[in-house]
């Protein structure tokens, strides 16, 4: 049944018609790691580069939807290269949360650096976004320098975006321990009371609670409070 529905979407995938092709992106997607097949791989890759936004878009999230099955060497290398050369955002966004979703198996140099960039200088707030996300659910393999810079410099902004880019560094300072871990503690000790305090509120408020107390003494300590927030 997979083999016969991946084979008719494959026909639709070059198909002149942009519909067909939109289609057959979705309908692979759709079958998750069913359809994480070379063949499929290659025909979603080429998607990628189609000449409408929309078929772009649908193809960078069926490749996240096939999650770490799609996590390949030339996969990677054609989300990058969309994240840098596209011009729309609906496609670079979703470009930033198929890494994501490929989680640890995306972590390469190469990817971890451009959603680094991305994070801190991308053009739109959706893919800066999406692409903390990103590195949020890489989490501790995403503990190198260069995501620390970025995560630290939106996280000294002090705006919306930095919420999100504290809770990040947080998950993968914890992830990573050792001396990544205690870099990010000494680093959020410094510039806590430069930040809202709603921002300490949305890292004690994350989906994992056994790391809250850890951040909850750390928090309390900075801002010689009494335990409450």
């Known amino acids: 049944m997979d083999r016969s529905r991946i084979s008719r979407l494959l026909q639709l995938a070059s198909s002149p ?3 067909d092709r939109a289609c057959a992106a979705r309908g692979l997607g759709n079958m998750g790691m069913a359809a994480a097949r070379p063949e499929v791989i290659e025909a979603l890759v080429r998607l990628l580069r189609d000449d409408d936004l929309f ?3 649908d193809a960078a999230i069926a490749l996240g939807q096939l999650g770490e099955a799609a996590a390949r060497p030339e996969v990677l290398s054609a989300l990058v290269r969309v994240l ?5 955002s609906i496609v670079t966004g979703n ?3 198929a890494l994501g979703r490929m989680g640890r198996h995306a972590a390469t140099p190469e990817v971890l650096n451009t959603l680094a960039w991305m994070a801190c200088q991308g053009r739109y707030r959706f893919d800066r976004d999406e ?3 990103a590195l ?6 995403a503990a190198t320098d260069s995501v620390f810079q970025a995560l630290a410099r939106v996280i000294e902004r002090g705006n919306d975006e930095s919420p999100n880019a504290v809770r990040a560094l947080w998950e993968i300072a914890v992830q990573a321990g050792g001396e990544f871990f205690e870099k990010v503690r000494a680093f959020l000790e410094g510039i806590m009371g430069d930040i809202e ?4 509120c949305a890292v004690l408020a994350g989906e994992h609670p056994e790391y809250e107390v850890r951040l909850r003494k750390v928090i309390c300590e900075v801002l010689e ?4 927030l």
């Open 17 to 19: 018609d942009r519909d």
């Open 84 to 88: 840098y050369r596209d011009d729309a």
């Open 225 to 228: 409070g009494d335990g409450s």
């Open 136 to 141: 949020w659910r890489i989490g501790g393999w």
């Open 95 to 97: 470009a930033a949360r």
């Open 197 to 200: 305090l709603r921002i300490a």
């Open 131 to 133: 692409a903390i996300w």
């Open 55 to 57: 078929v772009r878009t």
